[in-house]
């Protein structure tokens, strides 16, 4: 069931080369539709994406991790409210606030890459188009896809801790889409946009419930490959020690260095998931098919992940005179 993703994509970037205005599809319209260019287009910020793909360089060759963080980021702000930098706000019960959002990072990068888009820049630029243009660009450095964002968003002005409904890492298949469609988006959104869990870290508490008390049984998840779940087991003790931290573990063993890869696919494919939501994807006929797809071609999972971050890049997004360009992002303007 492979959708013309990469093909659309790629007539994007021939159009855009040819001087062509391409307003971004397969999402709802939007009062004023997002579109490639938009910063050159109004004449205010033409060379902000080469100004933030220096800084996501500059920074990964630092920082390898600074990727995933980054993905993470951009899914807990558009699925949540949109994509309209709420996830970015400070104070008492915001989005970052919630339970569900503990252990999101880079904020700190993202206030980077802003004062330097200020400075040159001034008022210019959306805190929600940066955080898009900064996952694409950490996306590419890890050795995926680039891909054309679309421009055009504004912030949000409110920020709200009740918002977050982001779903349990173990839940079904049937319920993980029913969640994405209540979005607004599809399920080779969904199994797409999961192989994110290719790079990046998650907590012991996440998967506890695997390990040791699997639907409330007292014993493991017995589709888990043995090895893994020995594995799994030895980093993720069913008890801590009084005063030891939840432990971090790799949501994918095989990649620790966090590079862009369909490896993800093939240790579902093996029963080797981390995550119960991931191992779900082998008990949904599409998700079966899109899992074995992805899993025997990079090229087509490359191709997908672009499309699917595009899409979810223009969820409720704010334009035209809603919201307003946030001097600081993490805080509304005065």
Known sequence: MMREGYVFLSLVVLLTLCGVKVAAVGLPAESAPLIRHYYKVHNTCANVEPFVRQQVKAFMEKDKTIAPKVVKLLYADCMVNGCDASILLDGPNTEKTSPKNRGLAAFAFIDIVKKVIEQRCPGAVSCADILNIVARDAIYFSGGPSYPVFLGRRDGLKSDAAWVDLPSPSISWESALAYFTSKGLNVQDMTTLLGGHMMGRTRCSSILDRLYDFNKTGKADPTMEPTTLSYLQKQCPKKVKLGQPNPLIN????????????????????????????????????????????????????????????????????????????????????
């Open 251 to 334: 949501l994918n063993p095989e990649n620790p260095t966090h590079k862009f890869t369909n490896s993800y696919y093939k240790r579902v494919s093996a029963n080797k998931a981390v995550l119960g939501v991931d191992q779900q994807l082998r008990y949904g006929g599409d998700t079966y098919e899109l899992t074995d797809q992805y899993a025997n071609s990079l090229a087509d999972f490359k191709g997908e992940f672009a499309f699917s971050m595009s899409r979810m890049g223009g969820l409720k997004v704010l334009t035209g005179s809603n919201g307003q360009i946030r001097k600081d992002c993490r805080v509304v303007n005065k």
